[in-house]
């Protein structure tokens, strides 16, 4: 019976992709060029959508966070628009048909391959004045397959070709007289075949941009913009890598792809109504089987945005689809926190001890659903709804919401509003209750807080609890190979 839960490489390559979030963007570097890129994928899988149990509940979305740095003003950018260059110079147009000659494919005359060419053959017949026939080519075989639209802002159409059998987009235009590739960006991993989703000009500049999804291993899903700067292409998406080590911040080396965990549709849209397109990245399922029929723990789905600042697309927001059980919604708090948006952080904390229609989590219980589907043969996501409320888990989350809820308030100056949420947590959760840990871990700040009224000392004793006492940690996350796994310093963020 367990074959249906088979798990694949999957989980294993998915551990590098979850978790992509940026709250910062580094001052602008100098932008990389390329003329031939050998970067990574996207799936012909759409996003399937949210179970019918995992519906949106009245507990608040995250809200998207604006990054405040120097090169992150979104609204007074000053673009750059580009006039037109000279049309640059073709070989003439064939005086008769040319022989194009296709590929036999791996598997044999029967098996379906959707671009049957070679680059050498698109190049040999381009080269010899063959352009409106290999256009009229590949029309018949896949209009998906292929772009005929002008990338170099010349006038003169370049040929943008997706080739499954190859696992590559390229990207062929004249130069001197001559077609040459100008652009080549080749897929990795299993299944990972690049997809043009948008050829379009995004920012606005006068340039149409090529835009690019894949699915690295099948396990990330990731997009990219290539844009002409006049002489190649380069890559308008930058991904920085932040080091807070120290207590310094630098940003390290960046990449040229936007990438979110799972199975995701990636699209171009104008979500702020500017004239100027984000790059968006929605979904974020499992892609195996056992993944997606919950064997590794719930899974959410998220939206991440980047959006044009004038140089690159940066990261601009990232936010988790509403919470459905009573875990997830403490962990959005936290971010939120972890953010500096307390009032939406305060919403998540409230939700998490008054909203009724946030599930409870039992392993066990999770266990038990997984197999009714087994038996069943039921290649479904998991029920939520037949979930059980579980008090002990509840007091556990409350407890600690309130705590968390306190530190919100002294955070902000409110001694007073925090002493009663204080005194309300010690008398809901005393001595004997499975909350009462969280009792001391306020009571570990509290009264460091008291003495000294320094929340950087007071987040220390509260931190040092918490190591001395791992099992409240455990409540909190873990739930999965998915879910957020909480150290003692995640239990108090202020410095």
């Known amino acids: 019976m367990r074959k249906l839960f088979i798990i694949f490489l999957c989980p294993f390559l998915l551990l590098g992709c979850i978790e992509q979030r940026h709250n910062n963007v580094p001052v602008v570097t100098p932008t990389s060029v390329i003329t031939e890129t050998l970067i990574v994928p996207t799936s012909f899988y759409t996003v399937t959508p949210l179970p019918a149990t995992l519906r949106p509940s009245v507990t608040p979305s995250l809200t998207p966070t604006k990054i405040n ?121 299993v299944e990972a075949t690049p997809e043009i989703i948008a050829i379009q000009d995004l920012n606005h500049n006068g340039v149409k941009e090529l835009v690019i999804e894949m699915t690295a291993s099948h396990c990330c899903t990731q997009i990219m913009d290539y844009e002409w700067n006049g002489e190649r292409f380069k890559s308008l998406v930058k991904t920085w890598n932040v080091d807070n080590f120290g207590g310094k911040r630098e940003y390290l080396l960046y990449s040229d792809i ?53 140089e690159n697309y940066v990261w601009y927001s990232q936010e988790n689809y509403p919470p459905n059980f ?7 708090g936290d971010t939120e926190t972890l953010r500096g948006n307390y009032d939406s952080a305060l919403k998540f904390y409230r939700a998490a001890i008054f909203d009724d229609k946030l599930k409870s989590w039992t392993q066990e219980a999770w266990r038990d659903l997984l197999m009714q589907n087994e038996e069943a043969q039921l290649l479904s996501y998991p029920d939520i709804n037949k979930m059980p409320f579980n008090q002990k888990e509840y007091d556990q989350l409350a ?28 008398e809901k959760y005393p001595q004997g209750n499975s909350g009462y840990p969280y009792t001391e871990l306020a009571a570990a700040f509290w009264n460091e807080f008291q003495s000294s009224h320094d929340v950087s000392s007071s987040c220390g004793k509260a931190m040092n609890y918490a190591v001395n006492h791992a099992e409240i940690l455990e409540p909190l996350g873990s739930h999965g190979l998915f879910d957020k796994h909480y150290e003692p310093e995640d239990i108090c963020y202020f410095e």
Do not use: H
Not at 70 to 98: G, K, L, R, Y
Not at 326 to 332: G, K, L, P, T
Not at 399 to 426: C, F, H
């Open 69 to 189: 740095t120097p090169t992150s003003d979104f609204q007074n950018i000053t673009q750059v628009i580009f006039t037109p260059a000279s049309p640059a110079i073709c070989p003439p147009d064939a005086t008769s048909e040319i022989e194009i000659p296709t590929e036999q494919p791996l598997g044999g005359p029967t098996m379906t391959i959707e671009l049957p060419l070679d680059g050498t053959t698109i190049m040999t017949v381009l080269n010899n004045g063959g352009v409106k026939q290999i256009v009229r080519f590949l029309s018949k075989k896949d209009e998906l397959n292929f772009r005929y639209e002008d990338l170099t802002n010349d006038g003169v159409p370049e040929l943008i070709v997706r080739n499954w059998y190859k696992d590559s987009v390229s990207v062929y235009g004249c130069q001197n007289g001559e077609y040459k590739n100008l652009l080549i960006v080749v897929g990795r991993g």
């Open 326 to 332: 009573r875990f997830e919604a403490i962990q959005d």
């Open 258 to 310: 936007a990438e979110l965990g799972g199975i995701a549709r990636a699209r171009v849209a104008d979500v702020d109504g500017n004239g100027v397109y984000e790059l968006i990245l929605d979904g974020g399922r499992p892609s195996y089987t056992s993944g997606w029929l919950g064997v590794d723990g719930p899974w959410r789905m998220e939206k991440l945005i980047y959006m044009w600042n004038g």
């Open 399 to 426: 407890a600690y919401a309130r705590y968390r809820i306190m530190l919100l308030y002294l955070k902000q100056g409110w001694e007073s509003d925090a002493k009663t949420v204080y005194e309300t947590l010690v």
